[in-house]
């Protein structure tokens, strides 16, 4: 048991990371063509909307929760000290997850059943939807039998987190959790692992800075212009478009 | 002044025979791929019909280009916010019905069936799916097919056409009908550029070409929305949208790119026009009635010791200068002012310019005075024979664009953002051409009504010349005008041939660096 708290919880996820932060790199470098959200909106545009839109959203507000209850574990403890906020935090979490849960099986039933999709469809898509959903059951599964996760998440799970961070993994705490969370937490690692070779890198490439940046964009291949003046220095390269 | 190069193009309607040869040319070129199969790049329609993608002018359906609101233009259906919120699924986004479904027939049936009692059959497969599928639409589904009720009846353009005037276009004996070769416009205030959110689509400073670096694009699909004219077209097998090139690596080699290259009417021209880059947000905002004038006005006059000063502060070569003051757009843009945009309400700043077609407005003489004419009436084939010569009796030939069987207003609707007159003096133009030339070489005309008519419109002899030159007999130099810039320092425009100085020659793909 031991042996396998120790691959789970303190190398598998170093593994995770490493992987992650080296294959999404070199893929961002090397291979940007495939970086891509994959869209399949244009081959199947109705049933995308009641599997995509829930199951985006949804996962955007788990998302940041996690990191939230990550980074500043005390405000959650602090939030949850009233049980009305407490129970307002975890219905509302529990109801983005079942948004993320419907949404998924909704975006896996058209996968598999819509001609046109299918034929676009990889197996590495098939593996990381149900992954998600095997995330998501779990995650859900543990909200609902070992009540307010939302408090000892931030006071368990968080010092864990960091320890792992801190490269001093403490997995006493978690090696005592109950089956299903481990579950939830292995999975996530590995989601983290896969993430390079799916077309999950798509959400690294979320354009946020599309809200700053001005409507229009003209490049010069080799702005005469700036070469031309005094003012720029000879070996001035020119900007990167491809 | 900030003056910018432009490639820009002009299409000469009223020589377009809708051959295809153009689509042809670009698709063995460009989009015969997986995923790009039902992209056409470069299309010609039908018009009055439904065209390609269905209907594609009506933004109610499609929220393409910029609208106007409380002064300040923003995209119809993408943008920051709506962009951003959309991300997941966007309500806007034709679907790929709206084009058709790509086929191709099982040809090898026809060879390897064996023998049987019935007829071996080549059925249409999809060529997405791979099954057999029942086709309903096709490349050119609408071709020629004016005044059927589903196509040409659905014209988007119909409006504020009244019933009776679509009527009157519908009449067996008056239905008439023209092409509408499309690219991508490679417009000055591009939606497609504007509506990406990963910044993946840019204008190329040098000539102004609009491309989508397939690196950047993440899918989103926020340009085939903003793209009024559906020219951004998502590869749904590579997952990145891909759009008109306008052939830059043969422009960039100094030949005309494959549509123009191939076109069989010779409808087509090439060339620079200067422009003043620092006009562009403000003649985009401008009001309905002023943006044809002002995106007009926006273009500079190559000889202009101003601009050309200017123009070379820009680093624009001589060589382009040359090329622009050669350039035919020009001509038929500014200086004959022959030439209107496609659809400018949708405020993109077109740079493709259409020369109206006459023709399907000028063959309604025939249906003036019928009763006078009856004597002349061929009973046979039931046409008046002095009506056929369709310049007519030239005694008030202007005074027929009026009653011309193609309503004006139809016509304004596609070119001239409604405006009739802007259509019927550039008509007018080239009828005086016409009067012009039938006065040179047959004699048969009043030399002053004549005179008269070139003068109304503006121009002079010299000037019909010009026009009756470059139109019908204008060789390919003459129609492509590609600047230098594009030939011998191609190179330039991906490479600083300083950093290649002392590589080695063919072979390798890698710098070569001092190891480490
Ligand atoms: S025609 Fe469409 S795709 Fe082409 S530049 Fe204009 S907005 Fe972009
Ligand atoms: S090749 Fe030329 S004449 Fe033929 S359809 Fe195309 S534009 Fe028209």
Redesign the pocket.
Known sequence: MDALNNFFFIALPYIAFVVFLIGTIFKYRLQKFKFSSLSSQFLEGKKLFWGSVPFHWGLMILFFGHLFAFLIPKSIILWNSEPLRLLFLEISSFIAAICVFVGLILLYIRRLTDERIRMVTTKMDIFIELLLLFIIFTGMYTAVFYRWGSTWFASVISPYLKSVFRLSPEISAVSAMPIMFKLHIIGAYLLILMTPFTRLVHFLVYPLNYLWKPYQQVIWNWNKRKVRSPKTPWSIHRPKNN | MDVRSQISMV?HLD?????????IACKNIWTDRKGAEYMWW?N?ETKPGTGYPTKWEDQEIYKGGWEKNMGKIRLKGAGKAKGLLNIFHNPHLPVIDDYYEPFTYKYLNLIESPEEDTQVTARPVSMITGKPIDIKMGPNWDDDLSGTPDYARNDPNFKNLSAGEQEAMFQLERMAMF?L?RICNHCLNPACVGSCPSRAIYKRGEDGVVLINQNVCRAWRMCVTACPYKKSYYNWGTGKSEKCILCYPRLESGQAPA?MH???????YLGVMLYDASQIEAVANSDDEDLIKRQMDMILDPFDPKVIASAKKNGIADSTLKAAQDSPTYKFVKEWGMALPLHPEFRTMPMLFYVPPLLPVMATLSNNDVESQKDTLNPISKFWERATKYDASMDNIFGTVDDARFPLKYLANLFSNGDEELIKITLKKLMAVRLHRRDVTVGDLSKEMVAESLKEVGLDTEMADAIYYLTSLAKFDDRFVIPAAHREQAIEMTEFTGDRKGDAGFGFTEHPARGL
């Open positions: 299409f020589k377009c025979i809708g051959c295809h040869t153009c689509s470069n010609v092409y070769p549509c191939s076109c069989v009417g010779r409808i087509r």
